[in-house]
């Protein structure tokens, strides 16, 4: 088994603040995923990376930057924090090119912004 | 645009068997039918997936309708530790488009003790 780690688990931050979040993965998987959940809805995709150094745009990709630092680690940047915005971002990852991909999740980042 | 229908909510009592709904029409035959379920505080959680056979584990049945335009996901003697919100959702068997995994709002399960 394995698991996949977000940090930080609450994060407040400040309108136009960048702010970082973090996820670390010890299945060996080679997809990583970043996904946006709002309060009562669906999961909508910001950046995913097939790979280490990939980086692939999702339908949410805009105000907001990815980086694969290496296989084990996956980054998101909100580039400039959005006043009164509150989501929780969840990391994912999966082996590529599975005949049926499972996706595994973190338990999220929960963002506040003042 | 949501490719999966499911109820808003269902209602069940622990110790009972519960059958959920899911309609998927437009089906392409690459796409495997997945269940997540999510617990408040927590990412969504592996269930089970299928393709054409029906399936099972130690979380849950799928039943897979024979033309693959629905299926059911049946808990047995379900606890509380079941309640949550489960998600069916369909994915393609590889490639980028994969990770457009579009989760809806799913089926909140209740269970009263």
């Known amino acids: 088994g394995g698991i996949i780690t977000q940090t930080p688990k609450f994060l407040i931050g400040q309108e136009g603040q960048k702010l970082t979040l973090k996820c670390q993965q010890n299945?060996?998987?080679?997809?990583m995923y970043w996904y946006r959940q709002d309060s009562g809805k669906g999961l909508r995709l910001i950046y995913y990376?097939?790979?280490?150094?990939?980086?692939q745009k999702g339908d949410l990709s805009e105000g907001y930057d990815a980086s694969r630092e290496k296989k084990s680690s996956f980054s998101l940047t909100v580039t400039s924090a959005q006043k009164n915005e509150m989501a929780v971002f969840l990391c994912a990852s999966s082996h590529w090119g599975s005949s049926a991909e499972t996706l595994y999740f973190g338990s999220g980042t929960r963002l506040t912004v003042l | 645009d949501a490719k999966t229908t499911q109820p808003d909510s269902m209602e069940s009592t622990e110790g009972e068997t519960v059958h959920l709904p899911c309609s998927h029409a437009?089906?392409?035959?690459?796409?495997?039918i997945y269940w997540y379920r999510q617990v408040p505080l927590q990412g969504p959680e592996y269930v089970t997936h299928?393709?054409?056979q029906n399936t099972t584990n130690s979380m849950a049945f799928l039943a897979i309708a024979s033309d693959r335009k629905s299926s059911t996901l049946i808990l047995t003697h379900v606890s509380l530790r079941d309640a949550a919100v489960y998600h069916c959702i369909l994915r393609g068997n590889s490639g980028g488009s994969n990770a457009k995994l579009t989760f809806g709002k799913g089926t909140k399960l209740s269970v009263k003790s």
């Open positions: 990376s097939i790979t280490e150094n990939d980086l």
């Open positions: 437009t089906i392409s035959g690459n796409e495997y």
């Open positions: 299928g393709l054409q």
């Open positions: 299945f060996n998987h080679d997809t």
